[in-house]
């Protein structure tokens, strides 16, 4: 069996969600192929953050990237509300990013330097006097007042049902077993289920995405990286901002629960919940908000983000191979990146002019080696 569309997407994530997105709006014929449930891995195990400020901060360089991503953001679920009629419980009531020492506050304040005018440090007594909850024994915390989140498991639903009823073509439990290709172009993906055939083939199968270019002796740098998390429950715990601290952050939800991470650990796609991974996101974050020692427990899990050597995507072509994109390793700004991932895909394919420069992911930059040293 053999079925034909304009794009094959390997992958059905957020960023292959957003990719179809983007061409089904342009009137473009997608198939999304996933191994498993549409949006089951990285994505809905996500803390859903869209901190744009502080990855802004950390991440100077790529300041007018995560700025346009984040400007696409709430009209991008808006739409994708409007469609679905599931709400992705969008939240904006920034984030503080709290320190204990004065190295750790001369750290804080230095990198303000390159901090857009919104974000500014607080003192202790003015952070307290808006959440009392915050341990005392804080220097401080840079405010990032426009720094948001949603909830990555209603915003998968909402996509979902987006989808499909733009009439994107989800093939769910189906895993691409390798690229079709032909005198150096690919036309598509192989699958136990048969060929889907395409004009272009996308890449966006997160933590997984560098088995596919074997074949062209091409390596893609991508390697999963489990962060742990979890839920619990406080009714006496009164918290508006997300709050990040050395170690952890704790999120306050809208159905009531707080959410507790993350670790960062390279141990292969091993995807379980660990004792000790959970206790030292838990002992993080008590430090900053003692009374989670006195929360119940709702939930656990963990997930694979896709890891790459300096932390930032392959969004792209691969020069000598035709018919192929790359949008992975997103890393730990995946659902910050979605809406522009999507976009710039879309107008490679369609050969628009793109609405960001892309250049510093390019899928090749660990291949030439003056580009990182
Ligand atoms: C604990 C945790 C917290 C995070 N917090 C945040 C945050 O606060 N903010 C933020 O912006 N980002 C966050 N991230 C990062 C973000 O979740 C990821 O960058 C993003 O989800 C990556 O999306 P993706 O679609 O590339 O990957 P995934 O969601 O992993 O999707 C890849 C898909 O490809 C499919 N696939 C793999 N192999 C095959 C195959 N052979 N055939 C077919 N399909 C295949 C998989 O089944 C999967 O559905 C977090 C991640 C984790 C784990």
Redesign the pocket.
Known sequence: MSTRSTAVI???????ASIAWALTKRGIDCTV????A??????T???????PQAEMLDNVQHLQVFAKSQAMHRPWTEELEQQSQIPVQYIQEGMYRVVFTEAEERTARAALAHAPATVEWLSAAEVLGDEPDISHDIRGAISFPLDGQLH?VYLAKSFKAALIRVGCKLVEW???LGLLVNGGRVYGARTAAGEFHADYTVI?????SS?FLAPFDFSLPIFPVK???LAVRHPGLSLRHTVQGPGGMIIPRSDGTFTI??THEETGYDKRATVEGLVQSYQSVSRFIPKVSEATFAKTW?????GTPDGLPFIGPIAGIEGLLVA?G????????APITGEVIAQMITQEPLCVDVDAFRPDRFHDATAYH
């Open positions: 390997i992958g059905g994530g957020i960023i292959g192929l996933d191994k498993g549409f949006c089951a891995e990285a994505s195990a996500s803390a859903g953050m869209l901190c990555p189906t895993p691409v966006a199968s997160g933590a997984w088995q962060g742990q998390m991470g993350v963990a997930g694979l983000r896709p992975a997103h890393y730990t700004v995946g659902i910050l990146l």
